[in-house]
């Protein structure tokens, strides 16, 4: 069946440093990837997306990697900051026909130290 | 206006109670989603609406009833809900089909307690 998950519960960091986080999905038929971000009493944030025909796409801090092969997402953050600290999920839009139906990983809790 | 506003943002509803939950976007957006978030866990999709009308419910029970007027509104009515119903519940909106890109844009929730 459809799902979306992640290595790492959480993920702590220094202040400065990257970081990476992983993601694992197993509906080869999705063509489309978001990652979002959560703060405590927020909605989900957008930050960046990929689609299956690319394999790296880059924002601002942000770089998104897919590997269709092995059927991973990651999102690396350069230079963490105090405001990264969030949880971050992966999220995929499987191909079904007439709708859309997004549907979110279990999300990792980042952490940034001072 | 990039924004998708729900109210309210906090309700205590008892069991035999009926209550709404809005959701209004004026992005122009075609397609609107209710999810719904416990605590540490991800968003659950529980509908879907493409140009007003239903296209996806994830089984939802029927104690929870969408509604959508208009291509601007959202609505989820509320009625006989269990304490186990308590969560955060997401509104958000895109552009239905394939081609467009951005992903999704969420509200802040209504964060629901049923006592």
């Known amino acids: 069946g459809e799902s979306v998950g992640l290595h790492l519960p959480t993920l702590s960091v220094q202040e400065g440093d990257n970081s990476i986080i992983n993601c694992a999905y197993s509906?080869?038929?999705?063509?489309?990837f978001i990652w979002y971000k959560q703060e405590s009493g927020k909605g989900p944030q957008f930050i960046i997306d990929?689609?299956?025909?690319?394999d790296k796409r880059q924002g601002q801090r942000v770089t998104v990697l897919l590997n269709k092969t092995v059927k991973h997402l990651s999102l690396q953050i350069a230079a963490t900051q105090p405001g990264d600290s969030a949880v971050y999920f992966c999220?995929?839009?499987?191909?079904?026909?007439?709708?859309?139906?997004?549907?979110f990983g279990q999300g990792t809790r980042l952490t940034i130290n001072p | 206006d990039t924004e998708v506003t729900q109210t309210p943002k906090h309700l205590v509803m008892g069991m035999t109670n009926k209550k709404s939950l809005k959701c209004e976007q004026h992005?122009?957006?075609?397609?609107m989603y209710w999810y719904k978030q416990k605590a540490k866990k991800p968003p659950e999709l529980m509908f879907v609406?493409?140009?007003?009308?239903?296209?996806i419910n994830e089984s939802v029970p029927s104690r929870f009833s969408p509604e959508c007027p208009n291509s601007s509104l959202l609505n989820l009515h509320l009625h006989a809900l269990q304490p186990e119903d308590s969560a955060l519940y997401l509104c958000a909106s895109s552009q239905p089909g394939r081609g467009r890109s951005g992903g999704y844009t969420f509200g802040s929730g209504t964060r629901l307690t049923v006592v």
């Open positions: 999220a995929e839009i499987p191909i079904i026909q007439g709708a859309q139906k997004l549907v």
């Open positions: 609406y493409s140009y007003e009308k239903l296209s």
């Open positions: 992005m122009g957006h075609r397609a």
């Open positions: 990929i689609r299956s025909n690319m």
């Open positions: 509906n080869s038929a999705s063509d489309y």
